[in-house]
């Protein structure tokens, strides 16, 4: 009985350290004892793609300078970032939406400005992520844009927040 116990101990410490052997985990030390190389850092890994990358600026966007943009009614840490194409003709923004919103954006015009609304749309109903993200939107404009002043304005659209 005591050779079965001996044994049955044996065959559960080989099988311990064979399973330890076989992980997928880098002891540091490869075949014939040398230093194997270090497994990437969390930096160095490439991030998985998205299911739908975000919309960027178009390559030849012009930037509408600063002074030209007024941000007094949108949220502190809002992306500011606006742009024309087309000679003017259009006008385009980042806006922000996250989870299972969507940005969108429409604009209102007169002789002295154009009125750019983002708007994130959130669903009624269904879990969403917490995560946020930045997206190209844009507008055609009646008439270029000129010297005109942006005003960037906001809203959310959907559940509130709890």
């Given amino acids: 009985m ?4 001996t044994a049955v101990g044996a065959g559960v410490l080989f ?12 002891s540091g030390v490869g075949l014939g004892g040398q230093p194997s190389q270090a497994p990437p850092t969390s930096s160095e890994q490439e991030a998985p793609p998205s299911a739908e990358e975000p919309e960027t600026r178009p390559a030849e966007a012009v930037d509408v300078p600063e002074e030209q ?11 500011v970032e606006v742009w024309t ?3 003017g003709a259009v006008l385009g923004a ?16 007169d002789e002295e400005s154009v009125t750019l609304l983002l708007t994130e749309d959130i669903p009624t109903s269904g879990p969403c992520t917490m995560d946020i993200r930045f997206r190209a939107v844009s507008v055609d404009l009646d008439q270029p844009l000129g010297d005109r002043t942006v005003v960037l304005e906001t809203e959310t659209v959907g559940p509130p927040s709890s």
Wanted: proline share 2%.
């Fill in 15 to 26: 099988l311990g350290i064979s399973a330890c052997a076989d992980s997928n985990e880098d």
């Fill in 69 to 79: 943009v007024d941000t007094a009614a949108i949220d502190e840490g809002y992306p």
């Fill in 94 to 109: 980042m806006g922000q939406e996250g989870g299972c919103g969507t940005v969108s954006a429409s604009a209102t015009e």
């Fill in 85 to 87: 194409l087309d000679e």
């Fill in 2 to 5: 005591r050779r079965l116990t």
